[in-house]
């Protein structure tokens, strides 16, 4: 019997793998013919940070302001743009020169900067890889971690508007690979270097720390001295692991700055600086669809009803959120709101420290961040929609939130890329990934007998599907073509409308889903 198993599990496997290398072979190709399709600033913006890192020492890196779109990120990132330009400077050197190469695109530079992203996003596939070894025979699963490599969102963000975001949640997924596979202490190393890399993902730490702690520190409570030592000992190799990335990190920049006789503070205090820029405004120039989306259409709203001026609700890269109406929302709201959030749902973490309720914790921690953050980047839901793609097949309920979620990131990731050539693209690719995901997997997921609420619910739900595609024909096809058709009407004239529609439309899915999540995960974890 346990052969029989045995070689049916890896039958399973066989029939996928072959499949599955194919699909990386065709997405890796058509991802170099995208190549010379629209870029937006940050292709400038990472350029940017390959010639201070490769130009300037160490204590500069931080405080260079020559270019506006200066370092922000952690030192790894830092450390890892030092060792794209090593190559980038043999290529063509303009690419790495901090003055001469101000918005420098030149097909060398693009070329090598499509390239680069491609080259790390390795690590994802490599991720995935180990993931797909631990569910061998689930072919659900199996399924939804190639739709990761292949999704609309990563494509359009890291491969034509671009970013490195396959090679964050890489290390992210190996993090999750670690736990799932019983190594605590690289799971916290991978997290910890996570961190170093983009400290955004420090929303999911509350979910970590308590699982490790669980795990790993404190899996019972120690009733005598062995066990007390052995618990001692336990915490001294997880605060090894875990801090040797911080120190790795930071220690670089003190020595230098000691080395050429600077001040270590002021350069650590710059760093702190652009890592925390809490002077931005509340939301991002296009809003992310999440509470304070909905929060600023009210306030539109309202100062329609009093009669007075729309006040801008965004300033984009700096300045402070003015509302017109409704209060103002400060850094430290935000922040209360996330903490009292994630520390809700690690109650359930701590009772029940699984990989699964792992997986369910970290994802709602991120859609926390996203739903009620501070300066919001749209891109940001990726964080929620990916690692929730490894577990989405366990339970139907999970499965429909994963539905609505993931169509609700496809569009609302659309605006990011304008121009028009590259409509048909977006639009293409994310209904074929999107139909072939879902009709896939509804055979395999089976849908329990409903309630009367459930109908009604799921009837909503729908309708909202719907609405959504909709959403996208309107503002990515009609409007476009209806401004060129009559540009002298109010009504096209009114660039920020589809935007808005977009936001506001995709806020009320998102925060369903999160509300959704949220009550599954509270409610039903003994079940789990």
Known sequence: TVNRRQNSAMTSWRSLEVPGAVAVALSTAMKVLLWPAYHSTDMEVHRNWLAVTYSLPLREWYIDATSPWTLDYPPFFAYLSWILAQPAAWIDARIVDVKLGLNYDAWSCVAY?????????????????????????????????????????????????????GFLFGILFLSLWAARTQRPLVCALLFSSLLQFKHIYMYMAPAYFVYLLRVYMLPSLPNNVSAMSAALDRTIKLGFVTLTPFFASIVPFVWDAMHEMSSPSQVLYAMYSRLFPFHRGLMHAYWAPNVWALYAAVDRVLLRMHGKELASTSRGMVGDTVLGILPNISPTTCFVLALTFSLVYVVPLWRRPTYSTLVYCVTLCAMTSFAIGWHVHEKAILMAALPFSLIAHRRYSDWRTFQLLSAVAIVSLFPLLHTHKETPIKLMYAALWYILVCQTMMRRVLRPMPS????????????????????????????PISANLAPESRLWQMEFLPLMLTSVYCAAGFVYCWARLSLTYLSELPTM
């Open 113 to 165: 900067m499509r390239s680069t992203v491609l080259f790390t996003e390795s690590v994802l596939a490599y991720a995935l890889y180990l993931l797909s070894q631990c569910t061998l025979g689930e072919e659900t699963q199996q399924i939804l971690l190639l739709s990761v490599f292949l999704h609309p969102g990563l494509l359009m963000v890291d491969h034509i508007h671009f970013q490195y975001n």
């Open 452 to 479: 009367n609420m459930g109908i009604f619910l799921h009837a909503l739900e729908t309708a909202y599907l719907y609405g959504l595609s909709i959403l996208a024909l309107v503002t990515q096809i009609v409007w």
